[in-house]
């Protein structure tokens, strides 16, 4: 939609220039006028971005000029000559707003037309279809956002998988998210906090009732500080148009694997009521083995091998429900609640087999096989109040959100230890152990948000924020001893956990002739408790921050623009990070958390170059991370039996990351677009205690979307590669993964049925290196097959979720300081 508005711009332009061309004298006039205003949707009260302004010459309606309107609905014209005019205001879909008498002389050389608004136009709406091919992933001044619709290869998967074909995003084989090499990133729904975080709650969304994803890498001091890697904010699906309308799916793979998914909206006069619903049932199947040296002494060695097949079960259900309530163009209320399950399943058979060796002797041979069940389930439920105040000045406007949110987590994790002779035939002693954790929680949140347009460019805006987390505990070992299991009270471990943070922020924007800024900083106070019940010891933390941010932008002609930010962020560790208990793994492996461990803070610069050139797209950026108080996996070997590891975290020192990234959207035709991007970047780690060394690593990704449109058949064909990269204690070695996608849509485009195929080529693995003095470890995983799954969709009374203009702010994440 918007590329359209652009070139009808475009083509009003060039009409100017031809019919100018004719009237030399009126060319002569003075040409420092200026002209502004806003166009606003009548309905929603909200800005519309890409609106056209045309000024129509009053003596013989001829083109002097117009221009557009950007994302807050603002336009300003320039370079008006002296004259009498009037203005047309249109944006497709709506009715045209016509300013019949426009004057412009020296004693009143700027007109400010204030608020245009323009109304949905039913018979527009009923007789246009937009065949317009939106792309993939758009680049904003901000942010990066993907447009699911258009992603064939995520049909019927998950945030997940979309995120796969994002640049500055990469994915393992277990479905952990790094943002530009980094898994600790902050994520929002509709831009509110989500009630679980991390990759766990991007494998909970179903990609279908995703309308876009936004990645931000710098986010202002307007947004929590969290996350060092930066803000991924998903926008869900939701409609405003009068009437009721919806979307179903369902979706089938390998292994039997399943899923659903709805959206339901109703609008009436000031009532917007909406409700959606999934359901996912995700099976892999995948085999692994880990070789392992322990250096006992100069001589002697200890060898553990491990050969694994293992399923992995992911299942997760959410629903949604809520409305808005306009009591009128000033003021709206959105009352929203969600609930959810999810649990995560995994079946192992692995055969183990251990020695020692000296240089000339091999003793104390043990071979065993495990039988090894992990089942987790949680359960949650959240509750959103949010008001929204607009003054008459544009932009004025006051948000006041709550928000509260509970979960459950039940885990229990079983091992049947089998000895067997070196053929893997039982032959002695069966054990089983189990571990059983525990878990409630809940959360709030209270902000007060606040924006003051001071002059005609310039904003200040100010927020409070409380955010308060209780989390309550215990893990339990047990044996199965006389056909009971029974509680080892050595390894039982109960706490509690409390977080509370205080926050303010600063936040101040404006423009100078082509130059935008913005700077903003936010004061956090944090204050937080770990204490175990049993040992009755707690470990507190307490700390002012401060977090400054900064954006600058300069636009060029003929469509450059550079863009350079600043932002100021943190990695809070999470709760078992910190516990000192040592808990079981595996037979092979104990965890310990470090309660002496500190936040990670990272300073992250951004500078980037972008140009448009009719519906392509290219931006080169450069970027630049530093970490202090690193925070990594540690392994040692367990001081009570050296033939087991301890995994624990540490403050390791510190890291840089610096590097490039270019990233092109390109239409070569109206039936092809080829979005491509590469990554390069230097990583350093710098430690005391731990190795330090560095590398250049790099990583690309090329998506290539075939369109029919008169058949309403699309094909998408995609992949990318991850390049080698170091640790704390070792390095992870490349790979790369072959997807493919076919959609044929039907009905009028009612419905659409999607088949793809991911990791097509069986590429897709994890492989590692551990090596310290005292160990080395090599570890592989990765699927037997690829994944096949079909997916179908149809909307009911054309459900089209439209962007931006029918999104209310309160569901969008804004940073319109520049």
Do not use: C
């Not at 893990?475 to 056909?483: A, P, T």
């Not at 800024?517 to 944090?526: D, I, K, N, S, V």
């Not at 941010?549 to 709760?575: G, T, V, W």
């Amino acid at each position: 939609m918007k590329y359209l508005s652009l070139l009808v711009f475009l083509f009003i332009v060039l009409l100017s220039f031809s019919q100018n061309t004719h009237q030399p004298r009126l060319q002569n006039m003075p040409a420092d006028g200026i002209v502004t205003g806003y166009v606003i949707d009548k309905q929603t009260n909200k800005p519309i971005e890409y609106a056209n302004i045309v000024i129509y010459s009053k003596r013989d309606s001829s083109i002097v000029t117009g221009g557009i309107t950007d994302k807050t609905g603002f336009f300003r014209i320039q370079e008006v000559r002296y004259g009498r005019f009037f203005v047309d205001v249109m944006f497709i879909g709506y009715g045209k707003n016509t300013i019949e008498d426009l004057i412009i002389k020296p004693d009143k050389k700027e007109i400010d037309l204030g608020k245009i608004y323009l109304s949905l136009n039913a018979e527009v709406l009923s007789e246009v279809v937009v065949s317009e091919n939106v792309n993939n992933v758009e680049y904003k001044l901000d942010r990066k956002v993907v447009n699911v619709n258009q992603d064939i290869l995520s049909a019927g998967a998950t945030a997940v998988e979309v995120l796969e074909n994002v640049p500055s995003v990469t994915v393992d084989i277990d479905g952990n998210v790094s943002l530009r090499g980094s898994e600790n990133f902050l994520v929002l729904v509709d831009g509110r906090p989500y009630p679980i975080q991390g990759s766990e709650a991007l494998q909970q969304i179903p990609a279908n009732s995703i309308e876009s994803i936004e990645i931000i890498t710098n986010p202002s001091a307007k947004y929590d500080p969290d996350g060092v890697a930066g803000i991924i904010n998903v926008v869900l699906k939701k409609e405003r148009r009068k009437g009721y309308n919806g979307q179903v799916s369902a979706n089938y793979g390998t292994f039997n694997s399943f899923g659903t998914d709805f959206i339901f909206n109703f609008r009436r006069d000031k009532f917007n009521f909406f409700v959606g619903g999934s359901y996912n049932n995700r099976i892999h199947r995948g085999e692994g083995q880990t070789l392992r040296r322990t250096y006992l002494s100069l001589d002697t060695t200890f060898y553990l091998n491990n050969y694994s097949d293992n399923n992995r079960i992911f299942k997760s259900g959410n629903f949604r429900i809520g409305f808005d309530y306009f009591f009128n163009q000033q003021n709206i209320l959105t009352l929203t609640g969600r609930g959810g399950l999810s649990g995560h399943g995994m079946g192992s058979n692995a055969r183990v087999g251990s020695f020692y060796k000296s240089s000339n002797d091999i003793w104390d041979e043990y071979f065993y096989k495990t039988e090894n069940f992990n089942n987790s389930s949680s359960y949650y439920y959240s509750g959103e109040l949010n008001y929204t105040k607009k003054f008459k000045k544009a932009e004025h406007e006051l948000q006041i959100f709550s928000s509260f949110s509970s979960d459950s987590e039940d885990e229990e994790d079983y091992y049947n230890k089998i000895e067997t002779n070196y053929m893997w035939n039982p032959s002695g002693d069966t054990s089983q152990y189990r571990t059983i954790e525990k878990g409630l929680g809940y959360n709030t949140t209270t902000k007060v948000d606040y924006v003051l347009p001071l002059f005609e460019n310039g904003k200040l805006e100010a927020g409070y924020q409380l955010r308060y987390k209780y989390s309550d505990r215990d893990y339990r070992y047990q044996n199965y001893l006389i056909n009971n299991w029974i509680d080892d009270n050595t390894k039982y471990n109960p706490y509690l956990f409390t977080m509370n943070i205080q926050s303010g922020y600063l936040l101040f924007s404006n423009y100078f002739k082509k130059l935008g800024y913005q700077f903003g900083l936010r004061t956090e106070y944090t204050d937080r408790e770990f204490y175990q019940k049993e040992t009755t010891q707690s470990w507190t933390y307490t700390k002012f921050d401060f977090f400054p941010s900064l954006h600058l932008s300069y636009k060029f002609l003929n469509d450059y623009q550079i863009l350079a930010s600043y932002s100021r962020r943190l990695n809070r560790p999470m709760e078992w990070f910190l516990d000192p208990f040592v808990e079981v793994i595996d037979p092979n492996n104990v965890r310990q958390g470090n309660p002496l461990l500190k936040p990670e803070y990272t300073n992250s610069f951004d500078l980037s170059f972008q140009k448009k050139f009719a519906k392509n797209f290219v931006s080169l950026e450069a970027y630049a991370r530093q970490t202090n108080n690193k925070i990594s996996w540690i392994t040692k070997i367990y001081p009570e039996d050296q033939s087991i590891f301890l995994l624990t975290f540490d403050n390791i020192g510190s890291d840089i990351s610096v590097g490039t990234e270019l990233m092109g959207n390109l239409n070569i035709t109206d039936w092809y677009n080829l979005n491509i991007s590469g990554n390069t970047y230097y990583y350093e780690i710098i430690s005391d205690t731990y190795n330090s060394g560095s590398t250049f690593t790099y990583n690309a990704r090329l998506n290539n979307t075939f369109r029919i449109k008169k058949s309403g058949t699309s094909f998408q064909l995609g992949g990318f590669y991850s390049g080698p990269s170091i640790t704390a204690q070792g390095r992870i070695t490349a790979n790369y993964v072959v997807n493919a996608g076919l959609r044929q849509d039907f009905l009028d485009r009612k419905l659409s049925l999607s088949v793809n195929v991911r990791n097509v080529f069986v590429t897709m693995k994890r492989e590692s290196i551990n090596e310290t003095p005292l160990f080395y470890v090599f570890s592989t995983r990765g699927p037997k097959v690829p994944f096949v799954n079909v997916s179908i969709t149809y909307k009911i009374n054309d459900f089209k979720p439209r962007k931006d203009r029918n999104l209310d702010d309160n569901e969008r994440m804004t940073d319109e300081g520049i």
